[in-house]
């Protein structure tokens, strides 16, 4: 009697089926869905199988550009045979020639493609106990066929929930069980990377470097202390050279204007010339030949350039700080400055024959100079005619005699708006340091009970300058090690017993470095960290507007019953309801692809010293936003919206309609993963934004040669220098890939076989995106691969949070006890992989440490390593344009450049440039 009762429910259901238009339900909005985005796909796909074989500048990068020559870009496969010919590409062979990263990123496609697979395999029983259910008051209302075989079928206090229950069991266990096998994977092919040769495998970053460690020289000294004097290759404090960078920026500029007017004068045969003003404003002037004029401007640069890395390189000489501590503050820039410079005028002198600094540090970049240290310098001390009016005695190291500093003309200077005058009274064994400048008086006083004193300060205004001399060193720098086992123990050492300081971090690679954060202090990070967690935090607040707007859109029936004027607008135009239901997931992707241009913003102000860092920490905020925003404020925005009429007309059934519409919300998630692939994916084959830009490039930029034609202008790239693929952006996506699948595929079956489908094309697309077209730049050893298997476990709880939220508005007795215990197993899951197994993929074990020193002993040599750690403005004395001439004539004193046949330097053919 009851499976004839059923029999006859299921009857009528498909006889109300049948009368019923279901064309804003379920079924139809996914086949609109696909029927639109899904033939916009199939148009950009067909084209790119056609394009990619035709025009191999763009589409094969890897194989056209020598210097990014890829063996596996070699084959271009045919039109049709590439979709499955780049499945039998082992990682191997993808890890040795596209990098770490892009073998860890096809991973995750992989991955995410098994557990929908495991989705379509719970469906083949849970459809069936979702569809056959029996109808009440709660369901009698679900109509559509995609629906029917949903969560949202199921009655309340339905025991047919344990299919749920169990299929979430089934999920989850899978996927835990993923998690540890990609980690054996991940850990293999990570420790595989540390041991590569690369600097950054030999180097590390130290910061919060104390004051008695700050040179170079130090710095060694104490690691190869703490190891031995041959495991420690070189050491590099980074010093604050705002004046020589900004030179050396304005030296690249005119070498790269001068290579030009060379290759305008090689094509037309006429010397470039261009008016000269004969002065500043003036409205007259003369041509003259612009590569003369211009070289003589570069040779200027070079010598300011050559002649302020040299000062700085003697000030920072490792040599020079050879001594001791002592030694080496009395050799600091800061301490020259004031016996040259503070101690000038008058008559007194000094009858002690030692100065004691009191405990005193100095702000920003300055040396600090702490506890008591006794200076001793020669008598008389004269520099350019400027009197110290000090007269010490005491015995002088030679190499401080010969140094001489250039500070005190600096500070000279800075002062030049006052005078300066001390004053000493051994009677009262006070001491005052005047500086009258030209904002007023400034007295500073420190009495001492030993009857020796020194300034406690000097003027503001002297000091701001005084912070802008090159030269000064920062609290980080670099140190090299000359084998695995040594880089990888320093690592994993406390070096020191106050936080925040001697910190030692694996290094980036030398291009990767941000040298403007390097040296930040930890108070300056603090508050970037806070500012950037509070400007986040506001965003996602505000973007909660927007967010739920879109959602709203979706559902425009439930638009119609809150707002009645819609009604009208959806009855004049009836085109209006299908549109704005196929434009919410457009929306939505357009609302994705603004966020990384927003928080990469909030991201710099955490001062990251590297690139991989910055784009880990973007990772980090776009995944919470794809889990908070457009995955939760979707769902409770859309599920609310479509329950609300039905909430307002009998508030007790607020329960029964939220556990209805929630599992129903999967066909929105549907509709954005879809959108999301298809345009996303079809306009990164075809790679539309970078044609354009090409495009730009090549028509307003210079491309008189090949050189110039591969090189970016401002900011635009040509087809041959591709960016970096943007991992951060595009694995944030996939975070919202796997929430849909945790939460939609035991609620909503069909929700596997969209994702499956979704993650193949990704597969499929990304391959040949990595092996074809991005370089292996800047890898990061796979780094954002452990960010994502965090967060993807944390998505597993709150998918598993939410599906229990689901059963107990199911009103299932039985359901969520036996739920629960699944949330407890992933919290120790997640707990035990958290102990170790990230640990491990961090640093190389001693075992394969000393196994690649030992193969390397006998070959192993530096050049790979030697010197990158130095920064970039401090490297190269002198630049020339490379089409410049030979270099036997740049070191004469009449540098010539080439002239091109048929032209003659002295005649009168010309152009304006």
Same mark, same amino acid.
């Given at each position: 009697?009851?499976?004839?009762?059923?029999?006859?429910?299921?009857?009528?259901?498909?006889?109300?089926?049948?009368?019923?238009?279901?064309?804003?339900?379920?079924?139809?909005?996914?086949?609109?869905?696909?029927?639109?985005?899904?033939?916009?796909?199939?148009?950009?796909?067909?084209?790119?199988?056609?394009?990619?074989?035709?025009?191999?500048?763009?589409?094969?990068?890897?194989?056209?550009?020598?210097?990014?020559?890829?063996?596996?870009?070699? =084959?271009?496969?045919?039109? #049709?045979?590439? &979709?499955?010919?780049? $499945?039998? /590409? %082992?990682?191997?062979? *993808? +890890?040795?020639?596209?990098?770490? =990263?892009?073998?860890?990123? #096809?991973?995750? &496609?992989?991955?995410? $493609?098994? /557990? %929908?697979?495991?989705? *379509? +395999?719970?469906?083949?029983?849970?459809?069936?106990?979702?569809?056959?259910?029996?109808?009440?008051?709660?369901?009698?209302?679900?109509?559509?066929?995609?629906?029917?075989?949903?969560?949202?079928?199921?009655?309340?206090?339905?025991?047919?929930?344990?299919?749920?229950?169990?299929?979430?069991?089934?999920?989850?266990?899978?996927?835990?069980?993923?998690?540890?096998?990609?980690?054996?994977?991940?850990?293999?092919?990570?420790?595989?990377?540390?041991?590569?040769?690369?600097?950054?495998?030999?180097?590390?970053?130290?910061?919060?470097?104390?004051?008695?460690?700050?040179?170079?020289?130090?710095?060694?000294?104490?690691?190869?202390?703490?190891?031995?004097?041959?495991?420690?290759?070189?050491?590099?404090?980074?010093?604050?050279?705002?004046?020589?960078?900004?030179?050396?920026?304005?030296?690249?500029?005119?070498?790269?204007?001068?290579?030009?007017?060379?290759?305008?004068?090689?094509?037309?045969?006429?010397?470039?010339?261009?008016?000269?003003?004969?002065?500043?404003?003036?409205?007259?002037?003369?041509?003259?030949?612009?590569?003369?004029?211009?070289?003589?401007?570069?040779?200027?640069?070079?010598?300011?350039?050559?002649?302020?890395?040299?000062?700085?390189?003697?000030?920072?000489?490792?040599?020079?700080?050879?001594?001791?501590?002592?030694?080496?503050?009395?050799?600091?820039?800061?301490?020259?400055?004031?016996?040259?410079?503070?101690?000038?005028?008058?008559?007194?002198?000094?009858?002690?024959?030692?100065?004691?600094?009191?405990?005193?540090?100095?702000?920003?970049?300055?040396?600090?100079?702490?506890?008591?240290?006794?200076?001793?310098?020669?008598?008389?001390?004269?520099?350019?005619?400027?009197?110290?009016?000090?007269?010490?005695?005491?015995?002088?190291?030679?190499?401080?005699?010969?140094?001489?500093?250039?500070?005190?003309?600096?500070?000279?200077?800075?002062?030049?708006?006052?005078?300066?005058?001390?004053?000493?009274?051994?009677?009262?064994?006070?001491?005052?340091?005047?500086?009258?400048?030209?904002?007023?008086?400034?007295?500073?006083?420190?009495?001492?009970?030993?009857?020796?004193?020194?300034?406690?300060?000097?003027?503001?205004?002297?000091?701001?300058?005084?912070?802008?001399?090159?030269?000064?060193?920062?609290?980080?720098?670099?140190?090299?090690?000359?084998?695995?086992?040594?880089?990888?123990?320093?690592?994993?050492?406390?070096?020191?017993?106050?936080?925040?300081?001697?910190?030692?971090?694996?290094?980036?690679?030398?291009?990767?470095?941000?040298?403007?954060?390097?040296?930040?202090?930890?108070?300056?990070?603090?508050?970037?960290?806070?500012?950037?967690?509070?400007?986040?935090?506001?965003?996602?607040?505000?973007?909660?507007?927007?967010?739920?707007?879109?959602?709203?859109?979706?559902?425009?029936?439930?638009?119609?019953?809150?707002?009645?004027?819609?009604?009208?607008?959806?009855?004049?135009?009836?085109?209006?309801?299908?549109?704005?239901?196929?434009?919410?997931?457009?929306?939505?992707?357009?609302?994705?692809?603004?966020?990384?241009?927003?928080?990469?913003?909030?991201?710099?102000?955490?001062?990251?010293?590297?690139?991989?860092?910055?784009?880990?920490?973007?990772?980090?905020?776009?995944?919470?936003?794809?889990?908070?925003?457009?995955?939760?404020?979707?769902?409770?925005?859309?599920?609310?919206?479509?329950?609300?009429?039905?909430?307002?007309?009998?508030?007790?059934?607020?329960?029964?309609?939220?556990?209805?519409?929630?599992?129903?919300?999967?066909?929105?998630?549907?509709?954005?993963?879809?959108?999301?692939?298809?345009?996303?994916?079809?306009?990164?084959?075809?790679?539309?934004?970078?044609?354009?830009?090409?495009?730009?490039?090549?028509?307003?930029?210079?491309?008189?040669?090949?050189?110039?034609?591969?090189?970016?202008?401002?900011?635009?790239?040509?087809?041959?220098?591709?960016?970096?693929?943007?991992?951060?952006?595009?694995?944030?996506?996939?975070?919202?890939?796997?929430?849909?699948?945790?939460?939609?595929?035991?609620?909503?079956?069909?929700?596997?076989?969209?994702?499956?489908?979704?993650?193949?094309?990704?597969?499929?697309?990304?391959?040949?995106?990595?092996?074809?077209?991005?370089?292996?730049?800047?890898?990061?050893?796979?780094?954002?691969?452990?960010?994502?298997?965090?967060?993807?476990?944390?998505?597993?709880?709150?998918?598993?949070?939410?599906?229990?939220?689901?059963?107990?508005?199911?009103?299932?007795?039985?359901?969520?006890?036996?739920?629960?215990?699944?949330?407890?197993?992933?919290?120790?899951?997640?707990?035990?992989?958290?102990?170790?197994?990230?640990?491990?993929?961090?640093?190389?074990?001693?075992?394969?440490?000393?196994?690649?020193?030992?193969?390397?002993?006998?070959?192993?040599?530096?050049?790979?390593?030697?010197?990158?750690?130095?920064?970039?403005?401090?490297?190269?004395?002198?630049?020339?344009?490379?089409?410049?001439?030979?270099?036997?004539?740049?070191?004469?004193?009449?540098?010539?450049?080439?002239?091109?046949?048929?032209?003659?330097?002295?005649?009168?053919?010309?152009?304006?440039?």
């Amino acid at each position: 009697m009851e499976d004839l009762k059923m029999s006859d429910m299921m009857d009528h259901r498909l006889l109300d089926e049948e009368d019923i238009p279901d064309e804003s339900e379920m079924g139809s909005v996914i086949r609109q869905t696909y029927k639109l985005y899904g033939t916009i796909f199939l148009i950009l796909f067909t084209i790119f199988c056609v394009v990619r074989q035709r025009f191999p500048k763009a589409y094969n990068v890897r194989n056209s550009v020598e210097s990014l020559h890829c063996s596996l870009a070699e =084959d271009n496969h045919g039109y #049709i045979s590439w &979709m499955w010919e780049l $499945f039998f /590409v %082992s990682d191997d062979e *993808i +890890f040795d020639q596209c990098g770490m =990263d892009a073998v860890a990123f #096809i991973r995750i &496609m992989y991955f995410g $493609f098994k /557990v %929908s697979i495991l989705g *379509i +395999f719970n469906s083949i029983y849970l459809m069936p106990v979702y569809g056959t259910s029996p109808e009440t008051s709660d369901t009698e209302h679900i109509i559509d066929r995609l629906q029917s075989v949903t969560l949202s079928n199921v009655p309340e206090g339905s025991s047919r929930v344990l299919a749920t229950v169990f299929a979430a069991y089934i999920l989850f266990g899978y996927t835990m069980y993923l998690i540890l096998q990609e980690f054996e994977w991940f850990t293999k092919n990570r420790h595989k990377f540390l041991s590569t040769r690369k600097p950054n495998n030999y180097t590390v970053y130290v910061g919060g470097v104390p004051t008695e460690y700050r040179s170079s020289a130090k710095l060694l000294d104490y690691f190869r202390e703490c190891f031995s004097y041959e495991n420690v290759l070189e050491a590099h404090i980074a010093v604050t050279i705002p004046n020589l960078e900004q030179k050396v920026a304005s030296r690249d500029a005119m070498v790269t204007n001068i290579e030009h007017l060379i290759n305008v004068e090689e094509v037309t045969g006429k010397a470039p010339k261009h008016t000269q003003r004969l002065a500043p404003g003036s409205m007259v002037g003369k041509k003259v030949n612009s590569i003369d004029h211009y070289t003589g401007s570069l040779k200027k640069l070079n010598n300011e350039v050559s002649a302020m890395i040299e000062k700085i390189e003697r000030e920072n000489d490792p040599r020079s700080y050879e001594f001791d501590l002592l030694e080496a503050q009395k050799n600091s820039v800061l301490y020259q400055s004031v016996q040259k410079g503070v101690w000038m005028g008058g008559d007194s002198s000094i009858e002690s024959d030692s100065v004691q600094f009191a405990p005193e540090v100095l702000v920003g970049d300055s040396v600090a100079l702490d506890g008591i240290l006794t200076a001793e310098t020669e008598a008389g001390f004269q520099d350019e005619g400027i009197e110290t009016g000090i007269e010490l005695t005491g015995s002088v190291p030679s190499e401080m005699k010969k140094k001489r500093s250039n500070s005190a003309g600096s500070l000279k200077g800075t002062l030049t708006s006052g005078t300066k005058h001390v004053k000493k009274n051994s009677t009262t064994g006070t001491k005052h340091v005047r500086n009258v400048s030209s904002q007023g008086t400034k007295h500073v006083k420190k009495l001492s009970s030993h009857g020796t004193h020194l300034a406690h300060g000097i003027a503001s205004s002297g000091l701001k300058l005084l912070m802008k001399e090159d030269g000064l060193p920062r609290d980080a720098g670099f140190v090299t090690f000359t084998n695995l086992k040594t880089t990888m123990s320093a690592l994993q050492i406390i070096h020191h017993h106050t936080p925040f300081t001697m910190q030692v971090q694996e290094a980036p690679l030398p291009e990767d470095i941000y040298w403007a954060n390097v040296g930040i202090s930890n108070k300056k990070k603090q508050l970037g960290n806070l500012s950037s967690i509070g400007l986040t935090t506001l965003t996602c607040l505000f973007w909660t507007i927007p967010v739920s707007f879109v959602a709203s859109l979706s559902s425009v029936s439930a638009l119609v019953e809150l707002f009645p004027f819609v009604e009208d607008w959806v009855d004049r135009c009836p085109w209006l309801e299908p549109l704005l239901q196929q434009l919410a997931p457009l929306l939505v992707m357009v609302l994705i692809s603004l966020l990384p241009v927003i928080l990469i913003t909030f991201a710099k102000m955490e001062a990251h010293i590297a690139a991989s860092t910055l784009e880990a920490s973007l990772f980090t905020k776009l995944a919470i936003f794809m889990i908070i925003q457009t995955f939760f404020v979707s769902i409770i925005s859309g599920t609310i919206l479509e329950s609300l009429q039905g909430i307002i007309d009998d508030p007790m059934s607020a329960v029964t309609l939220l556990a209805t519409a929630l599992p129903a919300q999967s066909a929105y998630f549907m509709q954005i993963i879809s959108v999301q692939t298809f345009i996303g994916l079809g306009l990164e084959l075809l790679r539309v934004t970078p044609l354009v830009i090409a495009y730009l490039r090549h028509k307003f930029g210079p491309n008189l040669t090949e050189k110039e034609r591969d090189k970016s202008w401002m900011g635009l790239y040509p087809l041959s220098n591709p960016k970096e693929f943007e991992h951060a952006e595009v694995l944030a996506e996939m975070i919202l890939y796997f929430m849909v699948t945790f939460v939609y595929s035991v609620m909503a079956p069909i929700t596997a076989y969209i994702l499956a489908f979704n993650f193949f094309l990704l597969s499929m697309g990304y391959r040949n995106q990595l092996i074809y077209v991005y370089p292996p730049t800047n890898d990061s050893g796979g780094k954002l691969w452990s960010r994502f298997i965090q967060i993807t476990m944390v998505c597993m709880l709150v998918a598993q949070i939410t599906l229990a939220g689901v059963l107990l508005l199911k009103k299932s007795i039985i359901g969520v006890p036996l739920f629960c215990p699944l949330i407890g197993i992933t919290i120790l899951f997640k707990r035990y992989v958290e102990q170790k197994h990230f640990y491990v993929t961090n640093h190389l074990p001693s075992v394969e440490c000393i196994k690649m020193d030992l193969k390397n002993i006998e070959t192993m040599e530096f050049s790979f390593v030697r010197g990158k750690y130095i920064q970039p403005a401090l490297q190269v004395k002198t630049s020339w344009p490379e089409n410049f001439g030979p270099a036997r004539e740049m070191a004469e004193e009449d540098i010539g450049y080439f002239t091109p046949p048929g032209s003659d330097a002295g005649d009168n053919q010309s152009i304006d440039y």
